[in-house]
């Protein structure tokens, strides 16, 4: 919430006139939306975006930008203020087959089927403009999720839409551990903790929790350790277990 707050609303204030703007500018923008939702939730930096996206509940930055700006337009529509003429213009049949050059345009271009057929009811056009726009970040997550995150991706088959609520009975510090088992990326190794000496393979946290031959001993006193990764139900008790795991074993992660 503080994130959102503090920084969130600063980079959606006029984010529909910037989003139309050089890349390397929104690159920018982008990376610090992206670095406020790992320091706030406890992600490693070589977490995917997707990931990061998925587990707090929230769209990335472009289909974020995208849904502000559609809320704008159906305001400037119903309220007919000063932006209703442009916009009106943008869908007209003169300008609407056009290569839209403005970001407003772009947008106004691509939903231009509900805004030509709109109604008088305000929240159900923009709950049908919502759902289009998270049907696009679902396919985008597939398509992610495919190269980079697919321990994560097994698990969780759509993008949530809502963080998981049970993460606030944990402390600060076991949430932001929990939220990286949950995503499956934790501290990088150094390079000579890369390979694990007792297995010889990659040393990562899966394998540290799971697999790895040093904590065989300490692995047989935890039941959900005993299934299989893959069938696992992954709720609230198997996460308090690695907790204690990952403590009892001074695992670093």
């Not at 959102?4 to 959606?12: P, V």
């Not at 916009?87 to 509900?114: A, D, E, G, M, Q």
């Not at 394998?207 to 300490?218: A, D, G, M, P, R």
Request: glycine share 4%; with cysteine.
């Amino acid at each position: 919430n503080i994130t959102k707050a503090l920084i969130f609303s600063k980079i959606y204030y006029g984010s529909s006139i910037y989003m139309g703007g050089w890349k390397i500018n929104t690159n920018k923008i982008r990376t610090c939306y992206n670095k406020s939702i790992k320091k706030a939730m406890g992600f490693t930096q070589n977490t995917p975006s997707h990931i990061i996206y998925s587990e707090a509940g929230i769209l990335p930055l472009e289909l974020q930008v995208e849904l502000l700006t559609v809320k704008d337009i159906l305001k400037s529509i119903h309220n007919k203020n000063t932006n209703k003429d442009t916009i009106s213009n943008y869908l007209s049949l003169k300008t609407r087959f056009k290569n839209p050059k403005s970001y407003l345009h772009r947008i106004v271009h691509k939903h231009r089927n509900i805004f030509q057929n709109i109604n008088e009811d305000l929240s159900d056009n923009l709950v049908k403009l919502r759902e289009i726009i998270w049907e696009d970040w679902k396919n985008e997550f597939v398509k992610q999720g495919q190269e980079k995150g697919k321990f994560y991706c097994r698990r969780t088959e759509v993008p949530r839409r809502t963080n998981w609520k049970e993460l606030k009975r944990f402390k600060n510090y076991e949430a932001k551990i929990v939220n990286r088992v949950r995503a499956g990326y934790c501290i990088k190794m150094e390079q000579e903790d890369y390979i694990c000496q007792f297995c010889n393979i990659k040393n990562d946290f899966i394998h540290k929790i799971f697999y790895c031959k040093q904590f065989n001993n300490s692995r047989r006193r935890y039941k959900f350790l005993q299934s299989s990764i893959v069938e696992m139900n992954w709720n609230m008790n198997v996460y308090k277990d690695i907790l204690n795991f990952i403590k009892d074993n001074n695992i670093v992660i």
